[in-house]
């Protein structure tokens, strides 16, 4: 094969990959400008960019539908959920993959079990059981199967990548005088990082998209997420889109900030582990 066949094949490959990346990224630009738009200049024509861009649909959505309130309690259910997902997958992680001990098999398989079964479900027995405890419709409804559902995925993961840290690393710490917590948070916690964004990614993008439960489980306008407030948009008849194009950029936009803000970080978290002397 000559030099020019080859080059010829890397321009073809990095044109359909760019082409490929447009595709991608089209949509969200679409949604962005079109939230610009009238509901009658974008009656005139779906992909045309906007004559005369406006923010009137982000006051509307604000000020018409109590959207704040959708997306508070979106932050504060995603923001719970991460927070004690990163918290029980780092501790429980390293201690599977350091620590022997009897029932380790055991609980191990039991969080494995988890990322076999669909969430969906989940959703009726979940539904009966909040109901008897009298839990339904609380302001951390949502926050115990988010958890549930976030963990095995973020125990296996962490189970992996900590595996490659070798166990001398704490003897020498403790022989040090480094007291176990500080350990953890000094020096595990900084080598973990690239795994930990990737949970990180995970977990949040999974709470903060979930829709089924957060419809099921909550009644009250009051506690509803963003994914539940988006169809508000769409009536028996019309949908507003327009307006419904600025909640979906409102909605997506805390994703694209944690993605872009790990994104260095998630290739190197998700093949951790992969490969094994």
């Known amino acids: 094969m000559s030099r020019n066949d080859v080059t010829v094949g890397k321009i073809l490959l990095n044109v359909f990959i760019l082409i490929f990346s447009l595709t991608c990224v089209f949509p969200i630009v679409w949604i962005a400008y ?91 027995p979940i539904f009966i059981q909040f109901k008897k405890l009298g839990i339904l419709d609380r302001p951390f409804t949502l926050v115990l199967p988010y958890i549930a559902f976030a963990l095995p995925t973020a125990i296996f993961l962490m189970e992996s990548y900590v595996k490659g840290i070798p166990m001398e690393m704490e003897e020498a710490a403790i022989m040090e005088g480094c007291s176990w917590s500080r350990f953890m948070s000094s020096i595990m916690a900084p080598l973990c990082a690239p795994i930990l964004s990737t949970i990180t990614i995970l977990s949040f993008n999974g709470s903060w ?69």
């Open 34 to 124: 079109t939230s610009l738009k009238t509901l009658p200049e974008y009656s005139k024509s779906a992909l045309s960019l906007p004559h005369a861009p406006t923010f009137d649909n982000y006051l509307k959505i604000f000020k018409y539908t109590r959207f704040d309130i959708y997306f508070t309690n979106s932050v504060l259910v995603s923001v719970s959920t991460l927070t004690v997902v990163l918290l029980i997958a780092f501790v429980t992680g390293y201690f599977l993959s350091h620590y022997k001990f009897k029932s380790r098999n055991f609980i191990y398989a039991y969080f494995m079990v988890g990322m076999v079964i669909p969430t969906q479900a989940w959703l009726l």
């Open 209 to 277: 998209n979930e829709f089924p439960f957060a419809l099921v489980l909550l009644n009250s306008k009051e506690l509803k997420t963003m994914p539940v407030a988006l169809t508000m948009f769409s009536g028996a008849y019309t949908t507003n889109y327009t307006q419904m194009m600025a909640a979906l950029t409102v909605a997506v936009l805390p994703v694209i900030i944690i993605y872009l803000l790990f994104s260095k970080q998630i290739i190197k978290g998700m093949t951790a582990g992969a490969v094994k002397e």
